[in-house]
């Protein structure tokens, strides 16, 4: 099995900054594409930021030039960098991978069980 594991999530003042972390773990040979996600209270979860395998990134226009998405491969693990954080920020954060398992699966996409996000005075 597969598993997503965020961390790093928390309260934090408007302007601040966080370090959200996700961790994959089980049975994977690759990872493709990994992504974050938010779901304001009363909202659609919304796309956030998107990292291929090979490092390329992109944005949502409400996060561009604040949030930075890395990862590191051979610890399959992703981050998301968040500095000048605004209240409508505040929503809980999913991460997702697109994993192969084995050279006789396909691609399957799988989440983590989200991590919330509070920007406050």
């Known amino acids: 099995q597969v598993q997503l594991v965020e961390s790093g999530g928390g309260l934090v003042q408007p302007g601040g900054s966080l370090r959200l972390s996700c961790a994959a773990s089980?049975?994977?040979?690759?990872?493709?594409?990994m992504g974050w996600y938010r779901q304001a209270p009363g909202k659609q979860r919304e796309w956030v930021a998107v990292i291929t395998s090979g490092g390329s990134t992109n944005y949502a226009d409400s996060v561009k030039g604040r949030f930075t998405i890395s990862r590191d491969n051979a610890k399959k693990s992703m981050y998301l960098q968040m500095n000048s954080l605004k209240p409508e920020d505040t929503a809980v954060y999913y991460c997702?991978?697109?994993?192969?398992?084995?050279?006789?699966?396909?691609?399957?996409?799988?989440w983590g069980q989200g991590t919330q996000v509070t920007v406050s005075s």
């Open positions: 997702n991978a697109d994993v192969m398992k084995s050279p006789w699966d396909v691609m399957v996409t799988y």
């Open positions: 089980g049975s994977i040979l690759r990872i493709n594409n």
